[in-house]
């Protein structure tokens, strides 16, 4: 059973262009999550989402940042005209159905993007 | 989601026993006690949860203090590979909650040889 997949794991970006994270859940689970972490600080949430619903994204900066999780198909991350502060490693989690309250969460390796 | 307090850093010996400190004194009822781990440039990795009573998997024992205001992480034999930072997160049961995970500064492990 594979684990959280995360694409890319670099990704460069020159300021005011778009970014896109993509995040592949684990088998079965309907569950997925959106964190940032800054360097040297903890992760923060950003967003969660269920099939073709956003569910919470009160972490979510009010601009530029989009998320998806559409029926067939990854979770997407979206920042649209990056700045240098976006540059941060983005970790997607995914976990089972039923009660999102009691099961952890499957970390995926993060996507490292680098604003130049 | 109640705050937690754990200390910046901790050193340990390898093959020794390592207890990792968390205070949490605004726990309420609803809240569940888990810990993660993260090793350097990788993902959180869940360790363990409880809520009242003392639990044990493979990776570790956490200890929950009777009222319940603070618990401790237990690795019986620390190896090279436990170096990690090690979050203690409380996570609340109840509709009002959407579930993420509300991370903390941690307790960064140290192991030596």
């Known amino acids: 059973n594979a684990g959280v997949m995360q694409n890319p794991r670099h990704l460069v970006r020159r300021r005011g262009q778009e970014a896109r994270l993509r995040c592949s859940p684990m088998?079965?689970?309907?569950?997925v999550y959106w964190y940032r972490q800054l360097p040297e600080e903890g992760l923060k949430f950003m967003v969660y989402l269920q099939k073709e619903n956003i569910i919470d994204e009160s972490g979510m900066p009010k601009e530029r940042f989009s998320a998806e999780f559409p029926k067939e198909g990854p979770s997407i991350l979206r920042i649209q005209q990056v700045v240098r502060g976006d540059s941060a490693a983005y970790f997607c989690?995914?976990?089972?159905?039923?009660?999102?309250?009691?099961?952890?969460?499957?970390f995926g390796p993060g996507t490292r993007l680098t604003v130049t | 989601d109640a705050k937690t307090t754990q200390p910046n850093s901790m050193e340990s010996n390898e093959e020794e026993p390592v207890h990792l400190p968390c205070n949490h004194s605004?726990?309420?009822?609803?809240?569940?006690i888990h810990w993660y781990r993260q090793l350097p440039s990788q993902g959180p990795e869940y360790v363990i949860h409880g809520l009242t009573s003392n639990v044990n998997n493979r990776m570790a024992s956490l200890a929950i203090a009777e009222d319940r205001k603070s618990s401790t992480l237990i690795l019986h034999r620390a190896t090279l590979r436990d170096a990690a930072v090690y979050y203690c997160?409380?996570?609340?049961?109840?509709?009002?909650?959407?579930?993420?995970?509300?991370f903390g500064k941690g307790t960064k492990l140290s192991v030596k040889p």
């Open positions: 605004t726990i309420s009822g609803t809240d569940y």
């Open positions: 997160i409380l996570r609340a049961n109840y509709g009002g909650s959407q579930g993420n995970l509300i």
């Open positions: 088998k079965g689970h309907s569950h």
């Open positions: 989690a995914s976990s089972p159905p039923g009660s999102r309250y009691l099961y952890e969460q499957y």
